[in-house]
């Protein structure tokens, strides 16, 4: 009896311990953290491009009401026309304000109206360029899993507050509570694949595939939002992107267990000396040469089109089809490439792709023309972000204490400085130059930029095993608890599959 009793608890000690052990290896899963994050990108871009067929008529309707059916549709047939070419992300769309005050002289609307669309989009840009930096030094403090999670909670509020608003003033709250939960999304998430990947050729392909979920987002917020609107109403498609959001949120606690991190006992570089790194400086200024490209060619090109070409509605509606597909097959496939050749050569040769085909788009003569440079552009793009995200990582390692916030803070400033600045300065330099010349300049920018991508081919460099960039405060901090961080990921090795 006592011998059956025994083996009983044994084999209910066996399962239990094989149940902890299952658990434990799903938590410490390289790739279901890869597969968190991306679906958290993924999440976030499709909220943020969900709003373009929607938010402008809806601005209206708030306006104006139901009255003069008539004039609603004019105007909501000339937004939708300027709206749906900006199936990418943050957006200020200028285009639509300067073509909907062109059409206010004829009646059509008034000068408010587009004032409130142009400020609505812009409003996330701004508020995600002022909390980079912030949630930069936050994951300092406390990690990564905890800035995502905040992340995905804050796009959780922002759905909601974008379903059940009735008024104009929630709206832009909703935008602005969006930029803060898209910074520490993307931060977090990079943060966090960085950290959970040492090994510089494993990080190169995993981060690739991460940030094939801003593209993905992309690809699908625009048609889902538009369908939505359309034959459901407006709350529904933010509804449903809410369930999603909460989903991930449960997942994170439930795989992630957010918690600080033991990696925060590390005194963290000072900003000053990262944004003082020439390999980072150069890195992050490559992003922000070729992303510029795409952040003022968006909001110009459609009035462009509209000036030069007769098209059809739905054909406006896909312009930017093929460079979302190029953004993610860079980010996808490129990855491992650019470990292999070398990522300085991949991202001077991208800036190059981006160059040559900003070049190109003016000499389309018909809408078929666009498909190549704007695919070659979305490509560029994407093997640029995907040789340069880990070459931070690898930076932050070779010279600095490895604690990766701050630097993908500094990078998402460069993305955000793009997509607020740019347009703007671009929507004021189309009116002097003309479109053509302003989006020649900037392939010329990314050409003449491209041979300093040179200077980074030494920051690869495997002989540099230690920081070497770090004030003298901060090494024996380093030396001392680095080696429980190295053990760490050393004990958790055989479970990132």
């Known amino acids: 009896m006592d011998l059956a009793l025994t083996l009983r608890s044994d084999h209910g000690l066996f399962i239990m311990r094989e149940e902890q052990s299952i658990v434990w290896r799903i938590q410490h899963s390289g790739r ?3 597969s968190l994050v991306y679906f958290s990108l993924f999440l976030d871009n499709v909220l943020l491009t969900v709003v373009v067929p929607i938010i402008p008529d809806y601005l209206y309707k708030l306006e104006h009401g139901k009255s003069n059916q008539t004039e609603k549709d004019s105007l909501r047939y000339d937004l939708d026309n300027d709206t749906a070419t900006t199936v990418n992300n943050s957006r200020i769309f200028v285009g639509i304000v300067a073509y909907i005050e062109n059409r206010s002289s004829e009646g059509i609307t008034q000068l408010d109206l587009p004032e409130q669309i142009g400020l609505f989009f812009a409003t996330k840009a701004f508020v ?10 936050f994951t300092n403090r406390v990690g990564y899993t905890i800035p995502l999670l905040v992340g995905s909670l804050t796009l959780l509020i922002s759905s909601l507050l974008f379903a059940l608003e009735r008024n104009v003033a929630l709206l832009f709250v909703a935008r602005g509570v969006q930029g803060i939960g898209s910074a520490c999304t993307a931060i977090g998430g990079m943060a966090l694949v960085a950290d959970r990947y040492p090994d510089d050729k494993d990080r190169s392909k995993v981060m690739g595939i991460a940030m094939g979920g801003i593209a993905t987002g992309v690809l ?4 889902f939002g538009g369908v939505m609107y359309n034959f459901v109403g407006k709350a529904s498609p933010f509804l449903i992107l809410a369930g999603l959001i909460f989903l991930n949120v449960v997942l994170q606690f439930i795989i992630l267990q957010p918690r600080v991190a033991p990696e925060t006992m590390l005194q963290p570089s000072p900003l000053k000396l990262l ?9 992050c200024g490559a992003v922000w040469v070729s992303t510029s490209a795409m952040a003022v060619l968006e909001p110009c090109l459609p009035v462009w089109l509209m000036d030069t070409m007769e098209l059809p509605r739905w054909q406006l509606g896909t312009v930017f089809v093929p460079d979302s597909v190029g953004y993610l097959l860079g980010t996808n496939l490129f990855g491992s490439v650019a470990f292999r050749i070398g ?6 040769v991208s800036l190059l792709v981006v160059g040559v085909c900003a070049l190109g788009v003016p000499l389309a003569t018909r809408m078929v023309h666009l498909i ?22 690898h930076v932050v390692d070779t010279r600095h204490v490895a604690m990766y916030g701050t630097v993908y803070s500094i990078v998402q400033v460069a993305v955000s400085l793009a997509y607020s600045i740019a347009p703007l300065v671009g929507g004021v330099l189309v009116q002097w130059v003309g479109f053509p010349w302003l989006i020649r300049s900037l ?14 081919r030494k920051a690869e460099s495997k002989e540099e095993d230690k920081p070497i960039v770090m004030d003298s405060s901060l090494e024996e901090s380093y030396q001392s608890i680095g080696k429980l961080i190295s ?6 090795e055989d479970v990132e599959g």
């Open 32 to 34: 279901i953290i890869v």
């Open 443 to 456: 392939g010329i920018l990314n050409i003449i930029y491209s041979p300093l991508c040179f200077l980074l």
């Open 343 to 348: 990522r300085w050569l991949a991202a001077l």
């Open 220 to 223: 699908v917020g625009y048609p």
């Open 372 to 393: 190549v440079p704007h695919f070659g552009l979305g490509l560029g793009i994407g093997i640029t972000d995907a040789a340069l995200m880990p070459l931070l990582a």
């Open 487 to 492: 053990y760490s990921r050393f004990f958790n």
């Open 128 to 137: 995600q360029l002022v909390a980079n930096t912030l949630v930069g030094q």
């Open 275 to 283: 944004v003082a790194d020439p390999y980072i400086l150069i890195a």
